[in-house]
Every structure is written in C-alpha cells, then in structure tokens.
C-alpha cells in the first residue's frame, strides 16, 4: 500500500471557512472542480467531475467541524476505488494547519504520481480561496503535464 | 519505508534543458535554490541551502542524459539523511515527463507531509523555469505554510 501525503497552513481570521470548504458543495466547488454536486452530510456521495475525463464519487464517512474530514472513493478510476482520503484540521495561532492524506493504493504506479502532484496544486487552490476568497478549480486548474 | 511521488510534464523544444537544470549548478539554482554550490558530477556533493533554515547536502548517484538522475541525501535534517531522490526523464512527443520519487523515509511524519508539497510546488518552478525561462527558486518560492 503507498499514500499521498501533503501538508498546507492557511492563514485566516475565519478557520471555519476551511472546514467549510471541506464539507459543502458550493465550498467544494470553489478549489477542486465547478462541477461539483450531491450531499456533503455524513453518509452522503459527493460527485466531483472533470469534464471531459471523467471524476469520483465519494462516500462521506466523518466530519467533525475543526478537526476532521474523512471520504472513501465509491467510483471512479479504478485505482482509486477503496482508497480513502483523510483531512485533518488544527489551529496553530494565525494558521489552519490542514494534513492530507490520500491512503491505500495499491500500487505507487505513474497515475499515483500525477494524482500527487495535482493534489498539491489542489491544496495551493483550497489555501487561496480561504485566504483570497479565489480559488483555482477545474477547469481553471493548473496544468501540471500532458495528463492536465 | 514511506516515499513521497510526483509526476509533472514540461512542453519544451528543448528536453536537453530539463537534464541541465537537474546536472549544473546553474540550473539547479535557477529552480530549487538560488544558494546552490558544489559539484554536480556523479561521485560529488551538491549543497543546497535555504537561508536562515538550513539546507541538504546530496551526493550525486547517478546521472544519464536524458533518462536517470539520482542522489543520496548526506547531510541535512535527520529525517532526510540516507534517503533517496529520483529523477526519471523521458520524451513523449512534445513533452518532457518527469518522474519524481523522494524514497527511504522512515516514517510518514508531519514533516514529510510537508516536503511532499513543498516538492511539488519546486517541480512546478523547474517547469516554468524550462517552459518560460523563469523559475520560482527560494528566496523566491512559493510559500505554502507557517513552515514556508
């Protein structure tokens, strides 16, 4: 088994807007991808979308408002089915410190190493829309490689 | 063991400037660090420094035009020290493709979290720094947290 770990802080006045970013779909929306629908409530699917190619179904399985949000892909590639993504949240003054975690894959093959990096730059869009109020969503995304 | 894995992609004329941005000291210095000395042969040490933090020293293991660059971390923050970075290029049509794999971590620590998307913001400057001829080293880097 291989995992994506990241490691952003966010400096806000505002740390709920991060867990909020987390757990609604106009928060959601804002930083991963516009085509972003379903329920965010515990035991709830939410459907991310990334046309043309395709995107994940995820199964809520925990959000506790400031300290952690948990997800399990129903659909979706198929290396992805089964892995779990984790957000934990602390405070450390001026700073939401989020630690992510993308766990279980089977296999460190290429696509893991793409999903990482574009993880990253994800992460980088949640930070600016907590902290500017804008994010970087797809398909305003930035492109990494010739894998978008 | 735990690794930390990306993938990014450059668009370039020139695939050569990717090998030489990861084997010269200028190149290096004009995408990771501007405080890069040291030998980049196989067999010598580069050093890396992130003024007032600290930095890394990497022995160069390995270095294939084109194809493979490898190093060994041999002084820096303990958690790095005896790990491994791995750089493997190849050309797919227009695009240069970089493989990234940061190996040997003993264990998944905050820390790590950290380097991996710190890492994946540098692998984004040394793609500017090929595709546009500017890249984000530090003291220019993109800051990504309270730990920078």
Not at 13 to 32: I, N
Not at 37 to 64: C, H, I, S, T, Y
Not at 86 to 107: K, N, P, S, Y
Not at 122 to 145: C, F, N
């Amino acid at each position: 088994m291989a995992d994506i770990l990241h490691r952003v802080g966010m400096r806000t006045p505002a740390p709920e807007k991060v867990y909020e970013a987390l757990t609604t779909v106009d928060g959601l929306a804002g930083w991963w991808t516009d085509d972003t629908k379903g329920n965010a409530d515990v035991g709830g699917v939410l459907q991310f979308r990334f046309p043309p190619v395709g995107g994940f179904d995820m199964e809520v399985l925990e959000a506790k408002p400031g300290e952690k949000v948990s997800w399990r892909v129903v659909d979706g590639p198929e290396e992805w089915i089964g892995t779990t993504i984790d957000w934990q949240l602390r405070q450390d003054g001026d700073w939401t410190i989020v630690l992510f975690q993308h766990r279980g894959w089977a296999e460190p093959v290429e696509f893991m190493h793409h999903c990482s990096t574009k993880w990253a730059s994800y992460l980088l869009s949640l930070k600016s829309l907590v902290e500017t109020g804008d994010g970087a969503p797809a398909p305003r995304d930035v492109q990494i490689s010739d894998w978008h």
